[in-house]
Nanobody, 126 residues
């Protein structure tokens, strides 16, 4: 049983920072890509960032490049999303997800991710 548990969300002022964590358990994730997605009220879920569990490949949405950093700690089976210079438009529920991915690079489409966490709310005030 795969479990993804997010933590670290909260309320922050514009320009501030938050670090989200995603603790993964239930299987070996060596051939998986771990992704962060977000969904704001009335909008579709969108890709934020992704990282391979093994290897250096990462990818970011254009809207967060230069502000967000995805990383992992293999020993702790945890993926992080460091969010700096936060903007009100970053307000959303943030989800951690896992995709089995046999190809190079990372995958960014929602449909490719089979396992999802429960989400954590990030609210950025202006």
């Amino acid at each position: 049983q795969v479990q993804l548990v997010e933590s670290g969300g909260g309320l922050v002022q514009a320009g501030g920072s938050l670090r989200l964590s995603c603790a993964a358990s239930g299987r070996t994730f060596s051939n998986y890509v771990m992704g962060w997605f977000r969904q704001a009220p009335g909008k579709e879920r969108e890709f934020v960032a992704a990282i391979r569990w093994s290897g250096p490949s990462t990818n970011y949405a254009d809207s967060v490049k230069g502000r967000f950093t995805i990383s992992r700690d293999n020993g702790k089976n945890t993926v992080y999303l460091q969010m700096n210079s936060l903007k009100p438009e970053d307000t959303a529920v943030y989800y951690c997800a896992a995709a089995s991915w046999q190809h190079s690079g990372v995958v960014t489409t929602v449909i490719a991710y089979k396992f999802w966490g429960q989400g954590t709310q990030v609210t950025v005030s202006s």
